[in-house]
């Protein structure tokens, strides 16, 4: 008897904490901010308890820390600057861009909780929009996983967005310079800020209020200012155009129909299957939070200044991917890069359900546990997807043991004066777990590092690919060098992954490159 009257008090606790934890979130959109400050901290955790293999995004985020640039390739480089500024705080490890990317994607939902404050008369609606934001897959695995400059652009788009509606509710100056601010920003974080920008303005231009705030003479500060933060960046580019848009011009085009009608009609099939991608999961949350209210009459309301925003947002939007795709015949469009320009959707939707059938109270009882509990599991799926993947024979990269190989090497003694490798995500391996060498790759033909050749201390290439990839490293060496290569030979290491996996083993491929492989030098290295 005693047992079950402490079970019932336990429950009767655990009731009346869940009763106040709805109650905060409904009521108070600062609490929702808490709430995935404390998500995105247990997310911090989660990817120190991951294997230490870098994925891809993470790679290139360790390699470009070894120099500071005005660019470095098809991206514009504010998550570099960023990362390579978080790396100072914290070194250059798993923490620091576990940090960097946890800090974007909780200031990405703090500004979005701000920005349906703003234009939410219901507060309930707040937390419904932000959940429904959260429970797109690209952003809640996808981007938690890889994604770098797309989170950045989500944020700086967000920021614009929201300092927009700031400044049509209240013309302030500094308003106007944070605008610009945010504008310049979203040119660095990624290329494609230019199809969210124009959205932006003709939205603007639209409410009741906006052509005096466009005319208002402080918009010369936003405009000046946003060049003003690009201009650097802009010096690079400027000289450097064909090699930064050469890679997305490519995949745009992967896979092309020959027909100019059939490249344009692809383009647009991709661009509504994309958006559906994203925004399914989003709608169904809304959805399933629709209902009439009970009590209360229906009669004819007044459209909502904000909800004609937003709809004036992606009218403006889906004209310009339109013209995108007629102009340069765009066939590839990825979800991913849709991301960033439609998730304003659930605020529309909530916008939408505030004017006609919400009930807070139906939200609470069915979606708001639904929506709980995923987040609850979604960091234990994170934990558990690289060990059930090796369990049911399959290979990722997050289950890659680049330490093995270092450990290889120096039970050989063998000690680099510099790694050389083929790609970004070999190189930011390797450099993280040498960390006191420095790693080139043939990629990046703008990095020119200092090294001295020796017996003791020869050049390494690497390549993890069952294709022989030296020819370009020894090109790529040749050039630096001034010099001639020959009898280079090459070894193979091969080791179990992380966790290993029945049948399949690491294959590391490597060569030394010492004085003896030179056969003639016209400058000394």
Same mark, same amino acid.
């Given at each position: ?15 009346? %904490? ?24 247990? $997310? ?7 294997? @230490? ?6 790679? $290139? ?17 504010? *998550?570099? +600057?960023?990362?390579?500024?978080? !790396?100072?705080?914290?070194?250059? =490890? &798993? ?24 234009? %939410? ?12 934001? #959260? ?8 981007? $938690? ?30 308003? *106007?310079? %944070?605008?610009? &601010? ?62 930064? =848009? ?10 092309? @129909? ?54 004036? *947002? /992606? ?21 991913? +890069? ?5 998730? @304003? ?28 509990? &995923? ?26 043991? +680049?330490?093995? !190989? ?18 970004? *995500? ?8 040498? @960390? ?10 703008? #990095? ?15 390549? &993890?690919?069952?294709?022989? $990839? ?5 090109? +790529? ?21 992380? /966790? ?26």
């Amino acid at each position: 008897m005693a047992l079950c009257t402490g079970l019932e008090h336990r429950a009767s606790g655990i009731n009346s %904490l869940y009763r106040r934890l709805t109650s905060s979130l409904v009521n108070n959109p600062n609490a929702i901010i808490a709430l995935f400050g404390v998500y995105f901290l247990i $997310q911090i955790a989660v990817r120190l308890l991951l294997p @230490p293999a870098l994925r891809i995004d993470e790679a $290139q985020q360790v390699l470009f820390a070894q120099w500071l640039a005005l660019g470095y390739d098809a991206q514009p480089p504010l *998550y570099n +600057w960023y990362q390579q500024a978080i !790396f100072a705080i914290f070194g250059t =490890s &798993v923490l620091g861009l576990a940090v960097a990317k946890n800090l974007i994607l909780f200031l990405v939902f703090a500004t979005y909780v701000k920005l349906s404050d703003l234009v %939410l008369r219901e507060k309930s609606l707040v937390l419904v929009a932000s959940l429904a934001f #959260f429970v797109s897959p690209q952003l809640f695995w996808q981007a $938690q996983r890889d994604l770098t400059h797309t989170t950045m652009l989500m944020l700086t788009s967000l920021w614009a967005i929201y300092l927009s509606v700031r400044l049509l509710k209240t013309p302030t100056t500094m308003g *106007y310079v %944070l605008t610009g &601010v945010a504008v310049g920003l979203g040119m660095l974080s990624k290329y494609n800020f230019v199809l969210i920008l124009p959205a932006i303005l003709l939205a603007v231009w639209l409410h009741p209020k906006g052509r005096e705030r466009i005319f208002d003479w402080r918009i010369l500060l936003t405009i000046g200012i946003s060049l003003l933060v690009f201009l650097p960046h802009s010096i690079w580019l400027f000289d450097n155009l064909q090699f930064a =848009s050469d890679v997305t011009l490519r995949r745009m085009a992967e896979e092309a @129909p020959e027909s100019r009608w059939m490249q344009i009609l692809t383009g647009i099939a991709h661009v509504f299957s994309g958006s559906a991608i994203v925004m399914i999961l989003p709608a169904l949350v809304l959805f399933a939070s629709s209902a009439k209210r009970t009590g209360t009459t229906t009669g004819e309301q007044q459209v909502s200044p904000w909800l004609r925003f937003f709809l004036h *947002y /992606f009218i403006a939007l889906a004209a310009v991917l339109l013209i995108v795709i007629i102009a340069t015949t765009m066939t590839e469009v990825r979800d991913r +890069w849709l991301l960033p320009l439609v998730m @304003p959707f659930p605020i529309l939707a909530a916008l939408w359900l505030e004017q006609r059938s919400f009930d807070p109270a139906v939200f609470v009882k069915k979606v708001l546990p639904v929506c709980l509990v &995923v987040m609850a599991i979604l960091p234990v799926a994170l934990i558990v997807s690289v060990p059930v993947q090796a369990m049911l024979g399959k290979t990722s990269r997050s289950n890659n043991d +680049w330490q093995v !190989f270092r450990q290889h090497l120096q039970e050989k003694g063998i000690s680099p004066s510099l790694i050389v490798t083929s790609d970004w *995500y070999t190189g930011g391996n390797l450099r993280f777990v040498f @960390p006191d060498t420095t790693v080139a790759t043939t990629t990046y033909d703008d #990095f020119d590092p200092a090294f001295a050749l020796s017996s003791d201390h020869p050049v390494l290439f690497v390549w &993890v690919t069952g294709r022989d $990839q030296s020819a370009g490293m020894v090109d +790529w060496l040749q050039a630096q060098m001034g010099v001639t290569l020959s009898g280079i030979g090459v070894n193979t290491f091969e080791a179990p992954m992380y /966790f290993p996996v029945e049948g399949k083993m690491q294959r590391f491929s490597y060569a030394l490159i010492t004085p003896d492989n030179l056969v003639k030098s016209s400058k000394q290295p």
